[in-house]
């Protein structure tokens, strides 16, 4: 797992779990994911999170933003950004249930 994913969902983690955060986009490699966050300003506070792939797909990257309070607070900041409409609003709990998760070797080695 690249370091970026291990932190991205150290910082997931962290979070409280009824809060949201605003999904920008899924990408097949974390330097894809990476370029996306370098081209937009906005992004720049965004961190990248692997997804659990099924079985024989490739691993999965999503860039996120947040965290935010409510659902109508992470709109809100949606609309004055003026994100684009495939910008998705998903509660924490359920992006770490998506996510694919450090082995200890790995949460261990990478502060």
Do not use: C
């Not at 370029?35 to 937009?40: D, E, F, G, V």
């Not at 933003?65 to 684009?84: D, H, I, M, W």
């Not at 709990?93 to 694919?100: K, P």
């Amino acid at each position: 797992m690249p370091d970026v994913a291990i932190r991205g969902h150290r910082w997931l983690a962290g979070l409280p779990k009824e809060s949201f955060v605003l999904e920008h986009g899924v990408f097949e490699s974390a330097q894809q994911a990476q370029r996306l966050i370098k081209a937009q300003a906005e992004l720049a506070n965004a961190r990248i999170v692997m997804l659990q792939s099924l079985k024989g797909a490739p691993a999965r990257y999503l860039v996120v933003t947040g965290p935010f309070r409510s659902q109508e607070r992470a709109q809100n900041f949606k609309a004055r950004q003026q994100l684009p409409p495939q910008t998705h609003i998903e509660e924490v709990s359920r992006v770490l249930q998506q996510s694919l998760q450090p082995g200890p070797r790995e949460a261990q080695a990478r502060p």
